[in-house]
């Protein structure tokens, strides 16, 4: 994995992720308003888009993290999922969001979806950052999506390559050099 033989393609940049977000955040908080909403961010791939989001919020929420297993070094999922860190707080009585980076095979979302459904919330709902239709190997559709996006390994705005580029402010596509 030499990021120097690879070119890097803007997918969605900072401006386009801003002027979203503004909406989703404006969605989510007329849908949410009156209730009490509980945000689960799954980490670390989601820590700067619920970053972002939340702040776009205009009404009251709790927001917690959770870690599940991912990708680690690859680009494929190893197709099991494993709950590293769970949710502490009662969950009865909220709404829960939970935020992801993206919704690939779809194994990660239904799975905690089924997981924090065992925790008695009034409601479990989805929102994702990027969503990848062509990939899913499990029957899910995310309540709020980003953007919809094509087959293609995505890296930046909290989605890595290696351990890296979870800092850089926009998303892009890896690819070879000489493709
Ligand atoms: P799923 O369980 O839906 O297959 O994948 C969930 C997790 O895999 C995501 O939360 C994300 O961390 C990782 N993932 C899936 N697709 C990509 C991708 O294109 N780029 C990166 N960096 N991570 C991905
Ligand atoms: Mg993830």
Redesign the pocket.
């Known amino acids: 994995m030499d990021i120097d033989k690879k070119v890097w393609e803007v997918l969605c940049s900072e401006e386009d992720i801003s002027n979203r977000l503004k909406e989703l955040g404006q969605e989510i908080s007329d849908v949410y308003r009156d209730k009490k909403l509980y945000v689960v961010s799954?980490l670390r791939?989601s820590f700067v888009f619920t970053a972002d989001l939340v702040r776009k919020l205009d009404i009251p929420v709790k927001i917690d993290f959770m870690t599940t297993s991912?990708?680690g070094h690859g680009t494929e999922?190893s197709g099991s999922?494993k709950i590293v860190n769970d949710i502490k707080e009662n969950l009865e009585d909220y709404h829960i969001l939970v935020v992801?980076?993206?919704?690939?095979?779809?194994?990660?979302?239904k799975y905690v979806i089924e997981h924090l459904k065992t925790k008695n919330p009034v409601s479990v709902k989805c929102c994702v950052l990027l969503d990848?239709p062509e990939r899913r190997k499990v029957e899910i559709e995310p309540d709020y999506v980003g953007f919809t996006i094509p087959d293609k390994?995505?890296?930046g705005y909290g989605?890595?390559?290696g351990d890296y580029y979870r800092n850089i402010p926009y998303v892009f596509v890896v690819t070879d050099k000489d493709r």
């Not at 992801?100 to 979302?109: A, E, R, V």
């Open positions: 799954l791939g991912s990708y999922s999922v992801d980076d993206i919704t690939d095979s779809g194994l990660t979302m990848k390994f995505v890296v989605l890595n390559y």
